[in-house]
């Protein structure tokens, strides 16, 4: 799976930083590596890198009829890698995305309710869509309800997004799982942005209060008896320089990851 890691420009090893996992929608998936860039979180990320003191993965999904849930295996094994790589709070472990990743991050939130400090869903949606000859969903995918994902969300902070006129996922999927969070006991915030579509996810990232609530948000972890990370201020990358695109990035640390 390609991906990308964004590290601040002032990281430094002496310090833990949050560790943010980003899932883009279905029509940034591929293989080029840099489609995920295109969307949500990446354009609010370097236009306001101030907001996002964080390390960002940003996985890109091969398949966009799959759901992000099909490659359960292959994020965790992700996350564990950055947490090795770099300096990372193991308080602070942050997932969102947007749409599919929105979906995505309900089921892998709700799945690993006990690494992640917060989620924020944007115009996600509960069951997967997608169906077989059969009219099936996937066995590899979450085709349940919306009381199945809250039950293990109950104690994780929430804020999730969408819009009001959204006419590709609609706006009652998102209402649907902040009901069955309030009915289950827990408390998530949610902001339905009026006169808005699907494309609510720039409203999202680039809302200050978003990006400041996501790193106010702790779990509380047994913490390793080793010290934290030396890995020095850099990107590690399978890709060779000459692999490289020939613009840069307007954030250092945003390169190829390895493919796996």
Known sequence: MPYLVYVPRDYTAARRWPLVLFLHGQ?????????????????????????????????QKPDPEREWESYEKAL????????????????RLLLTGLSQGG????????????????????????????????????????GGVAGELAKPLIATPVWA????????????????????????????????????GHGVWSRAYEDPEFAAWLFAQRRSVRRPKSGRSTTPAAVRSGVEPRDRPRTPLPARGTTPGRRG
């Open 76 to 91: 965790l094994a992700l996350v564990e890698r950055a947490r090795k790589s770099y300096a990372i709070d193991p308080e």
């Open 161 to 196: 997004f969408h819009g009001a006129i959204d006419d590709v996922v609609p706006v009652a999927e998102t209402e649907a799982m902040i009901a069955a969070l309030r009915d289950a006991g827990g408390s998530p915030r949610v902001t339905i942005v009026p006169d808005v």
């Open 27 to 59: 029509g940034e998936s591929g293989t080029d590596g840099w489609r995920q860039l295109l969307q949500g979180l990446p354009p609010a990320l370097f236009a306001a890198p101030e907001r996002w003191p964080a390390i960002v993965l940003m996985p």
């Open 103 to 142: 979906h995505g991050t309900w089921v892998l939130g709700a799945r690993h309710a006990d690494l992640w400090a917060a989620v924020g869903p944007v115009c996600g949606y509960v069951a997967a869509r997608r169906r077989d000859a059969a009219g099936r969903i996937p066995a590899d995918a979450f």
